[in-house]
């Protein structure tokens, strides 16, 4: 056995209707199929992977800042990285740009609505 790449994130929310949205609107994922669990969510797709899986609890605390988070953050590999700056920049999501030029990477380090921090990694000759 060897592990090969991550499948999914799960992040519990009091907030589902609103990360959904930022989710497809911010980062192009779209809503698909989902297990009837007895508990509310969504799941997030890229192609034909469900990406992000957010888990419904209206107990939880709105912000990340507010919980114990144990993740600093998840990441995305994405291509197009002008369209995505712009996309940031329409949507007014704030960003941070670094390169990380001895990994060949430019990162766009955003926060989804809860506070959870992601960063979308670019091939740094694109």
Do not use: C
Request: hydrophobic fraction near 45%; charged fraction near 25%; charge should be negative.
């Amino acid at each position: 056995m060897a592990i090969r790449r991550l499948d999914h994130v799960n992040v519990v929310t009091a907030n589902l209707a609103e990360m959904v949205a930022w989710y497809e609107a911010v980062l192009g994922l779209r809503i698909g199929y989902r297990p009837d669990f007895p508990f509310g969510g969504a799941w997030l797709y890229a192609g034909d992977a469900a990406l992000v899986h957010l888990v419904e609890d209206s107990a939880r605390p709105r912000t990340g800042s507010e919980v114990d988070l144990k993740l600093e953050h998840f990441a995305f590999s994405a291509s197009d990285l002008s369209a995505f700056e712009q996309k940031l920049k329409a949507h007014g999501t704030p960003f941070k740009k670094t390169e990380v030029r001895d990994a060949g990477i430019v990162q766009f380090h955003v926060s989804d609505p809860d506070g959870n921090h992601i960063h979308i990694d670019f091939d740094l000759n694109e």
